[in-house]
């Protein structure tokens, strides 16, 4: 089960945060700032599977963002780690080669591309065209 998902840049701001199983206000900041200084701290040949506590950290850097995604030890580190790539090509396909400012500042839209693929912590669709089928409608609606 996915526990959340994190996607920072490299000086360690978040830039997205969704959380899956409830985790105090006062716990989120350094329970990020932890998860973000130990993947940011590791090498590019290191491996991108983490074991950090009672849980699991699998990352992927993308240019100058990196998604790292909490889950129990019993998930399949490769799924997510594919996860979070089909996750990028859908965020490319909607913004066209997307960038940290497209996250920034289409943050509500970014979080309904990742609420249609994990709701409760388990994924629930990859199909890119189904993914974007909700963000779709709203741009037509938006635009007529």
């Known amino acids: 089960m996915i526990k959340f998902v994190l996607m920072v840049n490299r000086q360690g701001q978040t830039r997205l945060s969704r959380y899956y199983q409830p985790v105090e206000l ?4 350094a329970l990020e700032a932890d998860v973000v200084r130990c993947c940011l701290t590791r090498k590019k040949d290191q491996c991108s599977f983490v074991e950090y506590k009672d849980f699991k950290l699998v990352y992927r850097q993308y240019a100058a963002l990196y998604i790292v995604v909490g889950v129990t030890d019993t998930e399949n580190e490769l799924s997510i780690y594919e996860l ?3 996750f990028v090509e859908v ?3 909607y913004f066209s080669r997307v960038s940290e400012l497209d996250i920034m500042f289409n943050l509500d839209r970014v979080h309904i591309i990742l609420d ?3 709701q409760n912590g388990h994924i629930v669709e990859t199909n890119k065209s189904r993914i974007l089928a909700p963000l779709t409608a709203l741009d037509k609606m938006a635009d007529g």
Not at 26 to 29: E, G, L, P, V, W
């Open 91 to 93: 965020l490319d396909k």
């Open 84 to 86: 979070v790539h089909n």
């Open 26 to 29: 006062s716990r989120r900041a």
């Open 116 to 118: 249609e693929m994990i």
